[in-house]
C-alpha cells in the first residue's frame, strides 16, 4: 500500500489500481447531482398530483389536459387517423396542454387559474378549437365549462340537449359580441378586415358526453 500527498491525494491498493481524492470528489459530486435531479422531477409530478382537483376561481379542475392525458377528438376521431380534421394538426402541436393557452403568469402555477386565458397567443380558429378543448376537458364538467364562456365575455345561451343511442346529452352554445368587444382574436390584416366586414362573430358550441366528459367542440363565425 501507498499513500502519496501532493495536490490531490494518491492511494495504491497494491495491485496496481490507483485511486486519487480528485476521482472520488468527481464520483460523488456526479451522483449527488443526479440524485438532485431525479429528486426534483419526482417531486414536481408528485406536487402537481397532490395539486389536483382544486377550484381555480371559477370552477373545479379536476386534471391540466393534455394531448397524452386527454387528447383533442372530435366525437372519438383524432386528427391524425382522421383526413378532414389534418388542418387541426399544427394547433395541436402549439398548443399541447391547456398551460399552453394561459398568460405566461399562469402557465407554470401550481395551480393555474384557467380564466386566465391568453387570447393574444390565439390567431386561428383551429387554435382557439384546441385550447377551449383543452380548457373544458380539464375542468369537472358542462357548469364549470359554462361559468368559463360567461367569465371569458361570451353571450351564453341556454343549454341544449338531445338524445342519442338512448342516453341524453347536454351542450352548450355561445357567441362573441364582436360589435361591442371588438375581434375575439387577430389572424393577420387581411383576415382581420374580411372578418370584421362580413361576419357578426364566432359562436362555439361544445357538446358533452352522457358522463359530462367533452364530446366536441366547434367554432364558426355567423356571417352578415
Excluded at 401550481?110 to 380539464?138: G, K, M, Y
Amino acid at each position: 500500500m501507498r499513500i502519496r500527498i501532493g495536490q490531490w491525494f494518491e492511494y495504491d491498493f497494491g495491485d496496481g489500481s490507483l485511486v486519487t481524492l480528485r476521482d472520488y470528489v468527481c464520483v460523488s459530486v456526479f451522483l449527488l447531482l443526479s440524485l438532485g435531479k431525479g429528486a426534483d422531477a419526482d417531486d414536481k409530478v408528485n406536487v402537481e398530483a397532490e395539486a389536483l382537483p382544486y377550484h381555480d376561481g371559477t370552477g373545479l379542475v379536476i386534471r391540466l389536459a393534455t394531448e397524452q392525458t386527454f387528447p383533442f377528438a372530435e366525437r372519438g376521431h383524432v386528427p391524425s387517423r382522421t383526413p378532414r380534421l389534418k388542418h387541426f394538426i399544427d394547433s395541436i402541436e402549439s398548443f399541447p396542454s391547456v398551460r399552453d393557452c394561459l398568460k405566461k403568469e399562469e402557465m407554470n402555477a401550481p395551480q393555474p387559474d384557467l380564466s386566465a386565458f391568453d387570447w393574444d397567443r390565439i390567431d386561428s380558429l383551429e387554435s382557439a378549437t384546441v385550447c377551449i378543448w383543452r380548457v373544458a376537458s380539464s375542468y369537472r364538467g358542462i357548469d364549470d365549462v359554462e361559468l368559463w364562456l360567461f367569465d371569458q365575455g361570451f353571450d351564453v345561451s341556454p343549454r341544449f340537449r338531445r338524445e342519442e343511442a338512448g342516453a341524453m346529452r347536454e351542450g352548450l352554445s355561445a357567441t362573441w359580441p364582436m360589435n361591442e368587444r371588438g375581434l375575439l382574436f387577430t389572424s393577420n390584416l387581411l383576415y382581420d378586415w374580411w372578418t370584421r366586414t362580413t361576419a357578426f362573430g364566432p359562436a362555439v358550441a361544445i357538446d358533452f358526453t352522457d358522463n359530462s366528459e367533452i364530446d366536441v367542440v366547434g367554432i364558426s363565425y355567423t356571417r352578415k
